[in-house]
Protein backbone atom coordinates (compact mmCIF):
# COMPACT_ATOMS: atom_id res chain seq x y z
CA UNK A 1 0.00 0.00 0.00
CA UNK A 2 1.15 3.47 -0.66
CA UNK A 3 -1.68 5.95 0.41
CA UNK A 4 -3.68 5.69 2.94
CA UNK A 5 -6.94 8.58 3.28
CA UNK A 6 -8.69 9.34 6.07
CA UNK A 7 -12.01 11.15 6.56
CA UNK A 8 -12.37 13.27 10.69
CA UNK A 9 -14.84 14.94 11.43
CA UNK A 10 -15.47 18.78 13.29
CA UNK A 11 -17.20 18.90 16.92
CA UNK A 12 -19.54 20.99 18.63
CA UNK A 13 -19.46 20.93 22.36
CA UNK A 14 -22.89 20.47 23.53
CA UNK A 15 -22.33 21.16 27.09
CA UNK A 16 -18.66 23.09 27.89
CA UNK A 17 -18.42 23.42 32.31
CA UNK A 18 -15.26 24.69 33.11
CA UNK A 19 -13.93 24.38 36.03
CA UNK A 20 -11.47 25.75 38.45
CA UNK A 21 -7.86 26.22 36.90
CA UNK A 22 -5.16 23.41 37.65
CA UNK A 23 -2.00 23.93 39.18
CA UNK A 24 -0.73 22.35 35.25
CA UNK A 25 -2.36 25.23 33.31
CA UNK A 26 -5.45 23.42 32.56
CA UNK A 27 -9.31 23.30 33.89
CA UNK A 28 -11.01 20.17 34.33
CA UNK A 29 -13.99 19.89 32.68
CA UNK A 30 -17.58 18.47 31.58
CA UNK A 31 -17.16 18.49 27.90
CA UNK A 32 -20.06 16.82 26.16
CA UNK A 33 -18.54 16.28 22.33
CA UNK A 34 -20.49 15.61 19.43
CA UNK A 35 -19.29 14.63 16.04
CA UNK A 36 -20.74 16.96 12.81
CA UNK A 37 -20.71 16.19 9.17
CA UNK A 38 -18.07 18.77 8.18
CA UNK A 39 -15.38 16.66 7.35
CA UNK A 40 -11.26 17.52 6.88
CA UNK A 41 -9.77 14.47 4.87
CA UNK A 42 -5.99 13.56 5.55
CA UNK A 43 -3.81 11.54 2.79
CA UNK A 44 -0.60 9.74 4.07
CA UNK A 45 1.22 8.70 1.39
CA UNK A 46 5.07 7.08 0.81
CA UNK A 47 6.66 10.51 -0.66
CA UNK A 48 8.33 10.47 -3.87
CA UNK A 49 10.26 13.33 -4.77
CA UNK A 50 8.92 16.73 -3.37
CA UNK A 51 5.53 16.59 -3.13
CA UNK A 52 3.55 19.62 -4.43
CA UNK A 53 2.68 22.19 -2.17
CA UNK A 54 4.51 20.60 0.57
CA UNK A 55 6.55 22.48 3.31
CA UNK A 56 10.09 21.67 4.65
CA UNK A 57 10.71 18.42 5.61
CA UNK A 58 10.58 17.83 9.60
CA UNK A 59 13.23 15.06 10.71
CA UNK A 60 13.27 13.43 14.09
CA UNK A 61 14.58 10.29 14.96
CA UNK A 62 14.42 8.23 11.91
CA UNK A 63 11.44 9.35 11.04
CA UNK A 64 10.36 12.41 7.86
CA UNK A 65 7.53 14.35 7.45
CA UNK A 66 6.18 16.60 5.23
CA UNK A 67 2.78 18.23 4.90
CA UNK A 68 0.90 20.33 2.54
CA UNK A 69 -2.97 21.90 3.11
CA UNK A 70 -5.36 22.98 0.87
CA UNK A 71 -8.90 24.21 1.19
CA UNK A 72 -10.77 26.77 4.08
CA UNK A 73 -8.37 28.87 5.11
CA UNK A 74 -5.53 26.44 4.26
CA UNK A 75 -2.89 30.09 4.42
CA UNK A 76 -3.31 29.82 7.96
CA UNK A 77 -2.01 26.49 8.82
CA UNK A 78 1.65 25.70 9.59
CA UNK A 79 3.12 23.34 7.34
CA UNK A 80 6.11 22.33 9.70
CA UNK A 81 6.50 20.63 12.76
CA UNK A 82 3.22 22.95 14.46
CA UNK A 83 1.15 21.48 12.80
CA UNK A 84 -0.32 19.17 14.56
CA UNK A 85 -0.64 16.06 12.00
CA UNK A 86 2.87 16.26 11.39
CA UNK A 87 3.43 16.37 15.31
CA UNK A 88 1.01 13.02 15.58
CA UNK A 89 2.94 11.34 12.50
CA UNK A 90 5.55 11.78 14.35
CA UNK A 91 4.90 10.74 17.69
CA UNK A 92 2.97 7.56 16.25
CA UNK A 93 6.98 6.96 14.59
CA UNK A 94 8.68 6.40 17.53
CA UNK A 95 5.84 3.07 17.67
CA UNK A 96 7.25 1.70 14.37
CA UNK A 97 10.87 0.64 15.26
CA UNK A 98 12.01 1.22 11.66
CA UNK A 99 12.99 4.38 9.56
CA UNK A 100 9.90 5.84 7.95
CA UNK A 101 8.73 8.82 5.50
CA UNK A 102 5.61 10.16 4.87
CA UNK A 103 3.98 12.97 3.26
CA UNK A 104 0.62 14.48 4.76
CA UNK A 105 -1.86 16.04 1.85
CA UNK A 106 -4.62 17.59 4.25
CA UNK A 107 -7.91 18.98 2.75
CA UNK A 108 -9.36 21.04 4.64
CA UNK A 109 -13.36 22.12 5.24
CA UNK A 110 -13.33 22.86 9.04
CA UNK A 111 -12.51 26.31 10.08
CA UNK A 112 -9.00 27.00 11.66
CA UNK A 113 -9.01 28.13 15.34
CA UNK A 114 -12.75 28.58 14.74
CA UNK A 115 -13.34 26.30 17.84
CA UNK A 116 -14.38 23.54 15.94
CA UNK A 117 -11.02 21.17 16.75
CA UNK A 118 -9.76 20.99 13.13
CA UNK A 119 -6.14 20.86 14.24
CA UNK A 120 -6.90 17.88 16.76
CA UNK A 121 -9.06 16.30 13.84
CA UNK A 122 -6.45 16.05 11.49
CA UNK A 123 -4.33 14.93 13.82
CA UNK A 124 -6.13 12.13 14.94
CA UNK A 125 -6.63 11.43 11.23
CA UNK A 126 -2.57 11.47 10.60
CA UNK A 127 -2.64 8.64 13.76
CA UNK A 128 -5.06 6.59 12.04
CA UNK A 129 -3.70 6.73 8.26
CA UNK A 130 -0.12 6.14 9.37
CA UNK A 131 -0.90 3.32 11.87
CA UNK A 132 -2.64 1.76 8.48
CA UNK A 133 0.35 2.58 6.14
CA UNK A 134 2.85 1.34 8.50
CA UNK A 135 1.02 -1.70 9.06
CA UNK A 136 1.62 -0.66 12.58
CA UNK A 137 -2.75 -2.09 13.68
CA UNK A 138 -2.18 -0.72 17.09
CA UNK A 139 -5.35 -1.18 19.18
CA UNK A 140 -7.84 2.30 19.27
CA UNK A 141 -6.89 2.31 23.51
CA UNK A 142 -3.01 3.07 22.00
CA UNK A 143 -3.92 5.64 19.63
CA UNK A 144 -6.22 7.64 22.08
CA UNK A 145 -3.53 7.59 24.29
CA UNK A 146 -0.99 8.97 21.62
CA UNK A 147 -3.89 11.42 20.57
CA UNK A 148 -4.33 12.96 24.49
CA UNK A 149 -0.19 13.59 24.54
CA UNK A 150 -1.21 15.84 21.14
CA UNK A 151 -4.12 17.82 22.85
CA UNK A 152 -7.27 17.38 25.03
CA UNK A 153 -9.54 17.49 21.89
CA UNK A 154 -7.27 15.02 19.80
CA UNK A 155 -8.99 11.71 21.48
CA UNK A 156 -12.32 12.59 20.50
CA UNK A 157 -11.69 13.35 17.21
CA UNK A 158 -10.44 9.19 16.83
CA UNK A 159 -13.60 8.21 19.18
CA UNK A 160 -16.93 10.31 17.11
CA UNK A 161 -20.41 10.14 17.81
CA UNK A 162 -21.54 12.02 21.20
CA UNK A 163 -19.17 11.72 24.70
CA UNK A 164 -18.43 13.05 27.52
CA UNK A 165 -14.82 14.45 28.03
CA UNK A 166 -13.48 14.50 31.96
CA UNK A 167 -10.37 15.69 32.62
CA UNK A 168 -8.91 18.14 30.42
CA UNK A 169 -11.44 16.55 27.89
CA UNK A 170 -9.21 13.68 27.11
CA UNK A 171 -10.95 10.57 29.11
CA UNK A 172 -13.96 9.86 27.04
CA UNK A 173 -17.63 8.10 27.91
CA UNK A 174 -20.02 7.53 24.93
CA UNK A 175 -23.69 8.79 25.32
CA UNK A 176 -26.50 7.67 24.49
CA UNK A 177 -28.33 9.71 21.72
CA UNK A 178 -31.77 9.04 20.41
CA UNK A 179 -32.11 10.61 16.84
CA UNK A 180 -29.79 13.20 14.56
CA UNK A 181 -29.79 16.62 14.93
CA UNK A 182 -29.25 19.21 12.46
CA UNK A 183 -26.89 22.30 12.77
CA UNK A 184 -26.45 25.72 11.08
CA UNK A 185 -22.55 26.56 11.76
CA UNK A 186 -21.69 30.87 11.24
CA UNK A 187 -18.32 31.01 10.48
CA UNK A 188 -16.44 34.45 11.65
CA UNK A 189 -13.31 36.16 9.64
CA UNK A 190 -10.42 34.80 11.80
CA UNK A 191 -9.73 32.65 14.58
CA UNK A 192 -10.12 32.82 18.22
CA UNK A 193 -6.66 31.56 20.44
CA UNK A 194 -7.77 28.93 22.70
CA UNK A 195 -5.51 29.70 25.25
CA UNK A 196 -6.74 33.18 25.21
CA UNK A 197 -10.21 32.29 25.74
CA UNK A 198 -9.42 29.88 28.90
CA UNK A 199 -6.76 33.04 29.89
CA UNK A 200 -9.69 35.32 29.15
CA UNK A 201 -12.60 33.45 31.08
CA UNK A 202 -10.58 32.76 34.35
CA UNK A 203 -10.17 36.82 34.00
CA UNK A 204 -13.66 37.38 33.96
CA UNK A 205 -14.36 34.45 36.77
CA UNK A 206 -11.48 36.64 39.03
CA UNK A 207 -13.23 39.90 38.96
CA UNK A 208 -16.43 38.30 40.48
CA UNK A 209 -14.43 36.93 43.00
CA UNK A 210 -16.77 33.89 43.39
CA UNK A 211 -15.84 30.70 43.96
CA UNK A 212 -15.63 28.14 40.75
CA UNK A 213 -17.56 25.43 40.86
CA UNK A 214 -16.90 21.42 40.05
CA UNK A 215 -18.27 20.51 36.65
CA UNK A 216 -21.06 18.03 36.35
CA UNK A 217 -22.86 16.51 33.38
CA UNK A 218 -26.22 18.70 33.32
CA UNK A 219 -29.31 15.72 33.67
CA UNK A 220 -31.53 18.04 30.95
CA UNK A 221 -28.99 17.77 28.23
CA UNK A 222 -28.45 13.99 28.66
CA UNK A 223 -32.19 13.18 29.05
CA UNK A 224 -32.41 15.53 25.67
CA UNK A 225 -29.67 13.55 23.56
CA UNK A 226 -31.02 9.72 24.82
CA UNK A 227 -34.66 10.79 23.46
CA UNK A 228 -33.53 13.02 20.57
CA UNK A 229 -35.33 15.51 21.77
CA UNK A 230 -34.04 18.52 19.62
CA UNK A 231 -36.50 21.11 21.68
CA UNK A 232 -35.15 20.11 24.98
CA UNK A 233 -31.43 20.05 23.44
CA UNK A 234 -31.84 23.38 22.10
CA UNK A 235 -32.74 24.79 26.04
CA UNK A 236 -29.76 22.64 27.88
CA UNK A 237 -27.37 24.00 25.59
CA UNK A 238 -24.78 25.51 27.54
CA UNK A 239 -20.50 27.02 27.31
CA UNK A 240 -18.83 28.69 30.05
CA UNK A 241 -16.17 29.99 27.75
CA UNK A 242 -18.97 31.71 25.87
CA UNK A 243 -18.73 34.80 28.19
CA UNK A 244 -15.29 34.84 27.65
CA UNK A 245 -15.17 34.46 23.43
CA UNK A 246 -17.93 37.29 23.81
CA UNK A 247 -15.36 39.73 25.13
CA UNK A 248 -12.78 39.27 22.99
CA UNK A 249 -15.32 38.75 19.75
CA UNK A 250 -18.16 41.04 20.79
CA UNK A 251 -19.44 41.04 17.04
CA UNK A 252 -20.74 37.52 17.82
CA UNK A 253 -23.66 38.88 20.29
CA UNK A 254 -25.02 39.98 17.14
CA UNK A 255 -24.24 36.84 15.11
CA UNK A 256 -26.16 34.79 18.22
CA UNK A 257 -29.18 36.92 18.17
CA UNK A 258 -29.91 36.54 14.37
CA UNK A 259 -30.13 33.45 14.95
CA UNK A 260 -32.35 32.96 17.89
CA UNK A 261 -34.58 36.15 15.94
CA UNK A 262 -34.81 33.49 13.02
CA UNK A 263 -36.27 30.46 15.05
CA UNK A 264 -32.67 28.05 16.08
CA UNK A 265 -34.07 26.05 19.11
CA UNK A 266 -30.28 26.99 20.73
CA UNK A 267 -27.53 28.92 19.38
CA UNK A 268 -24.58 29.43 21.29
CA UNK A 269 -20.62 29.79 20.28
CA UNK A 270 -18.48 26.82 19.43
CA UNK A 271 -16.16 26.02 21.97
CA UNK A 272 -13.59 28.73 22.23
CA UNK A 273 -14.67 30.22 19.24
CA UNK A 274 -15.00 32.29 16.99
CA UNK A 275 -17.63 30.15 15.36
CA UNK A 276 -21.45 30.03 16.13
CA UNK A 277 -23.44 27.00 16.46
CA UNK A 278 -27.62 27.23 16.08
CA UNK A 279 -29.50 24.18 16.52
CA UNK A 280 -32.38 23.54 13.62
CA UNK A 281 -35.98 21.15 14.05
CA UNK A 282 -34.97 19.62 10.42
CA UNK A 283 -32.83 19.66 7.49
CA UNK A 284 -34.97 22.23 5.80
CA UNK A 285 -35.07 24.53 8.65
CA UNK A 286 -31.26 24.35 8.91
CA UNK A 287 -31.36 25.64 5.22
CA UNK A 288 -33.48 28.52 5.98
CA UNK A 289 -31.72 29.60 8.81
CA UNK A 290 -28.63 29.60 6.97
CA UNK A 291 -29.63 31.77 4.35
CA UNK A 292 -30.71 34.47 7.14
CA UNK A 293 -28.42 34.51 8.56
CA UNK A 294 -26.42 34.93 5.30
CA UNK A 295 -29.25 38.01 4.61
CA UNK A 296 -28.51 39.59 7.88
CA UNK A 297 -24.66 39.70 7.62
CA UNK A 298 -23.24 38.33 10.48
CA UNK A 299 -20.98 35.92 9.72
CA UNK A 300 -18.31 34.97 6.84
CA UNK A 301 -20.33 32.27 5.96
CA UNK A 302 -22.84 29.15 6.89
CA UNK A 303 -22.56 25.57 6.77
CA UNK A 304 -25.46 23.12 7.45
CA UNK A 305 -24.03 19.49 8.77
CA UNK A 306 -25.95 16.99 11.05
CA UNK A 307 -24.58 14.86 14.15
CA UNK A 308 -23.40 12.46 15.66
CA UNK A 309 -21.33 11.31 13.36
CA UNK A 310 -18.00 8.65 13.20
CA UNK A 311 -14.82 9.46 14.34
CA UNK A 312 -11.72 9.52 12.54
CA UNK A 313 -12.52 6.60 9.44
CA UNK A 314 -10.20 5.27 6.47
CA UNK A 315 -12.36 6.05 3.24
CA UNK A 316 -9.46 4.89 0.75
CA UNK A 317 -6.28 2.98 0.59
C1 LIG B 1 -11.94 24.65 24.13
C2 LIG B 1 -11.92 23.24 23.57
C3 LIG B 1 -13.32 22.61 23.82
O1 LIG B 1 -13.41 21.31 23.28
O2 LIG B 1 -11.63 23.15 22.17
P1 LIG B 1 -11.67 24.29 21.01
O3 LIG B 1 -13.03 24.91 21.09
O4 LIG B 1 -10.57 25.27 21.25
O5 LIG B 1 -11.50 23.52 19.71
C4 LIG B 1 -10.84 22.38 24.27
O6 LIG B 1 -10.96 22.40 25.68
C5 LIG B 1 -9.42 22.79 23.88
O7 LIG B 1 -8.74 21.62 23.56
P2 LIG B 1 -7.35 21.65 22.73
O8 LIG B 1 -7.43 22.69 21.66
O9 LIG B 1 -7.05 20.25 22.35
O10 LIG B 1 -6.39 22.19 23.83
P3 LIG B 1 -4.89 21.77 24.25
O11 LIG B 1 -4.04 21.84 23.03
O12 LIG B 1 -4.92 20.54 25.07
O13 LIG B 1 -4.54 23.01 25.20
C6 LIG B 1 -4.36 24.31 24.70
C7 LIG B 1 -4.52 25.29 25.84
O14 LIG B 1 -5.93 25.39 26.19
C8 LIG B 1 -6.10 25.52 27.60
N1 LIG B 1 -6.88 24.37 28.10
C9 LIG B 1 -7.18 23.32 27.30
C10 LIG B 1 -7.94 22.25 27.78
C11 LIG B 1 -8.37 22.31 29.12
N2 LIG B 1 -9.10 21.31 29.64
N3 LIG B 1 -8.07 23.37 29.90
C12 LIG B 1 -7.34 24.41 29.41
O15 LIG B 1 -7.08 25.38 30.13
C13 LIG B 1 -4.70 25.60 28.18
O16 LIG B 1 -4.36 26.95 28.23
C14 LIG B 1 -3.85 24.88 27.14
O17 LIG B 1 -2.49 25.31 27.16
N1 LIG C 1 -3.64 20.72 10.93
C1 LIG C 1 -3.98 21.90 11.46
N2 LIG C 1 -5.14 22.49 11.14
C2 LIG C 1 -5.50 23.67 11.69
N3 LIG C 1 -4.75 24.37 12.56
C3 LIG C 1 -3.59 23.83 12.93
C4 LIG C 1 -3.17 22.58 12.41
N4 LIG C 1 -2.01 22.29 12.97
C5 LIG C 1 -1.70 23.31 13.80
N5 LIG C 1 -2.65 24.25 13.78
C6 LIG C 1 -2.63 25.48 14.60
O1 LIG C 1 -3.58 25.30 15.65
C7 LIG C 1 -4.34 26.48 15.88
C8 LIG C 1 -5.74 26.06 16.37
O2 LIG C 1 -6.41 25.48 15.28
P1 LIG C 1 -7.76 24.63 15.32
O3 LIG C 1 -7.53 23.29 15.88
O4 LIG C 1 -8.30 24.71 13.92
O5 LIG C 1 -8.70 25.51 16.23
P2 LIG C 1 -9.52 25.32 17.58
O6 LIG C 1 -8.51 24.98 18.65
O7 LIG C 1 -10.17 26.64 17.79
O8 LIG C 1 -10.52 24.26 17.34
C9 LIG C 1 -4.32 27.24 14.55
O9 LIG C 1 -4.29 28.61 14.75
C10 LIG C 1 -3.06 26.74 13.84
O10 LIG C 1 -2.02 27.68 14.00
Not at 297 to 317: L, N, Q, S, W, Y
Request: aromatic share 4%.
Amino acid sequence: MTAVTVRVPAKVNLQLSVGPRRDDGYHDLVNVFHAVSLFDEVTASVPVGVPPGAGPAVVSGTATVTVSVEGDSAGQVPLDGDNLAVRAALALAERAGRPVAVHLAVRKAIPVAGGMAGGSADAAAALVACDELWGLRLDRRELLDIGAGLGSDVPFALFGGTAVGTGRGERLAPVPVGGEFHWVFALADGGLSTPAVYGECDRLRESTGEPVAWPRADEALMAALAAGDAKALGVALVNDLQPAALMLRPSLERTLAAGREHGALGALVSGSGPTCAFLAESPAHAADLAAALRDADVCRATVTAHGPVPGAEIVAG
